[in-house]
């Protein structure tokens, strides 16, 4: 099972909402009016260029159909005060994405989800559950999540493979992070090479296998390193597109991935030493 990028540029995502908003007459699924109703809301309501008039026209959708999964995506990310209440947003966003496709569409299209429009706003709560869960600490629910939405989408077109990886290397789960490596083990970025590495690293120290694992997650992107090692610094905020084996992709894999490293005993020094 492998999902390799069929572009160097990972859209942003106004972008490919807006393009998803574009699709969706082409869709040709049926769909309940209401709902269907309730998400042209929602299309309007990403375009929208004031927070106020987004959550309102969210709420607009609630009214019309509480089961537009999206609506409470949106309120969960620009509606909510707190980490609980994005918790009851996001697990509201989920029973009502279960509701609309209904159990049976869950037993015949496992496997094919996003692929299926109307899989994505569900797909769509479920990451911001598990992300919020991770972030409340209850750590097992939320890798439980990620593991189920890979089963429903193994071509992963979310990167939900990329969170797996951090979450489980951060709670040291390292069989389970041995068996994601290998279910995607064409996967060709920075998040791959050097998490493979890392684990190397975790399980035999300085050895033949994991110095070859070091090089060749050098070899993918020689930039790492020094963002690791604090040699560069790293900008405010990670960046909204990255390239293959660029500064961005970098960036952006230290930026999740950095405390995995810190928090195993010599192997920021260690990679430093492999780059030689």
């Known amino acids: 099972m492998t999902n390799k990028p069929t572009d160097d540029k990972i859209v942003k995502l106004p972008e490919r909402r807006a393009m998803e908003a ?11 009016p209401a709902l269907r109703e309730a998400q042209e809301l929602i ?3 990403w375009d929208a260029p ?6 309102e026209l969210a709420e607009q959708a609630l009214k019309i159909s509480p089961d537009c999964a999206d609506a409470w995506v ?4 620009e509606g909510a005060d707190s980490l609980a209440q994005m918790l009851d947003y996001y697990r509201k966003g989920v029973a009502a994405g279960e509701r609309a ?3 049976k569409f869950f037993e015949e299209n496992k496997g094919y ?6 899989t994505r706003p569900y797909m769509r709560a479920r990451a911001g559950l598990a992300q919020c869960l991770w972030e409340a600490g209850e750590r097992d629910a939320a890798i439980e999540h990620y593991r189920q939405m890979l089963e429903l989408n193994p071509n992963d077109n979310q990167g939900i493979r990329h969170v797996l990886l951090g979450c489980l290397m951060d709670e040291q789960r390292h069989d389970e992070a041995e068996q994601l490596l290998d279910a995607y083990a064409d ?4 998040v791959w090479r050097y998490s493979r590495a890392l684990l190397a690293y975790r399980q035999q120290g300085d050895s033949n296998d994991s110095r070859a694992a070091g090089k060749k997650a050098i070899e993918q992107n020689r930039f790492v390193p020094a963002y690791l090692a604090g040699r560069r610094k790293l900008p405010k905020y990670p960046p909204d597109y990255v390239g293959i084996g660029d500064k961005n992709e970098a960036v952006a894999y230290v930026f999740d991935n950095r405390q ?5 005993p010599g192997a920021i020094p260690w990679l430093l030493a492999a780059g030689k």
């Open 43 to 45: 299309y309007d309501a």
């Open 22 to 32: 574009m699709m969706s007459p082409m869709a040709g699924t049926e769909t309940d």
């Open 113 to 118: 989800f996003w692929g299926l429009l109307e």
């Open 187 to 190: 996967e060709p970025s920075a």
């Open 260 to 264: 995995a490293w810190r928090d195993t």
């Open 74 to 77: 949106l309120l969960a990310e």
């Open 50 to 55: 004031g927070l106020a008039e987004r959550i």
């Open 101 to 103: 496709l209904g159990e």
